[in-house]
């Protein structure tokens, strides 16, 4: 639900022939608030886990367990960023079934790719990396204040869709310039993915050279998070 809203408004807005086209950067930022809304609403059985960034940011902070009580341990962990990456490949998917015929009439590879995956506006590895960083730790920082200080049950469903939604919409208006901001490991490598594998015509490349940056930085940005949040926001309750 996630990727494919949040996609979805990128196809919109960047794919010739759409009713949404050349909407502007905003616009796709309150797409994305919108998308992480319903992802968060309807994803409330596994604590609203959609992000292996605030995932790992959580554990980090001190979380004891997921949603619907599954205890945290390596083997969740990697089943929740498993789950995550496997969410966002199908969503990139279902968004490209539902814009085919605008992909199918788009003439430039670079926009194809940028529904499915983020990009730098200047391209400087070190600097996106920087970012990203900030942008998730941002991201991280403010969820575990939404929720009182240190998570203990590792959850974002309990917080509410509406906050984290907001906070979205404004990590993008302030911070997404850069980069796209994908906060999101998977948010990005699961539709980078499908870009490589889905057959779209004129596709071009999947610019692999910087798909580190948006894994590896929200990872860094979301475990300085948690681990920041354990002295700056003091537990209540």
């Known amino acids: ?10 196809a919109n807005v960047a794919l010739i022939r759409n009713k949404g086209y050349n909407g502007g950067f905003l616009m796709v930022s309150f797409g994305w608030g919108i998308a992480v809304f319903a992802g968060v609403t ?22 004891t367990e997921f949603g619907m009580g599954v205890p945290v341990s390596i083997l969740s962990v990697v089943a929740y960023i498993g789950a995550q990456l496997l969410g966002a490949f199908l969503g990139a998917v279902a968004c490209w079934l539902a814009y085919k015929q605008h992909f199918d009439e788009e003439p430039e590879a670079a926009n194809k790719l940028g529904v499915f995956s983020t990009g730098p506006a200047i391209r400087s590895y070190g600097w996106n990396l920087v970012t990203e960083i ?5 991201l991280v920082f403010v969820v575990i204040g939404f929720g009182g200080g240190r ?11 509406l ?10 208006a302030s911070l997404g310039g850069p980069t796209g901001y994908a906060i999101n490991p998977a948010r990005d490598l699961g539709p980078r993915i499908a870009h490589a594998v889905l ?6 490349g999947s610019d692999w050279a910087y798909s580190w940056v948006p894994v590896v930085g ?8 948690g681990l920041a949040a354990i002295p700056l926001l003091p537990l209540i309750g």
């Open 199 to 204: 057959p779209i015509r004129g596709k071009g």
């Open 151 to 161: 998570q203990g049950d590792g959850g974002l469903a309990a917080l509410g869709a």
């Open 218 to 225: 929200p990872v860094i940005g979301g475990v300085l998070a």
């Open 163 to 172: 906050p984290v939604a907001l906070l979205v919409i404004g990590i993008g």
């Open 134 to 138: 900030i942008g998730t730790f941002v």
């Open 1 to 10: 639900m996630l990727v494919l809203l949040g996609c979805g408004v990128v």
């Open 42 to 63: 309807v994803a409330y059985a596994s604590g609203a886990h959609l992000n292996p960034a605030v995932t790992l940011g959580l554990v980090a902070n001190g979380a």
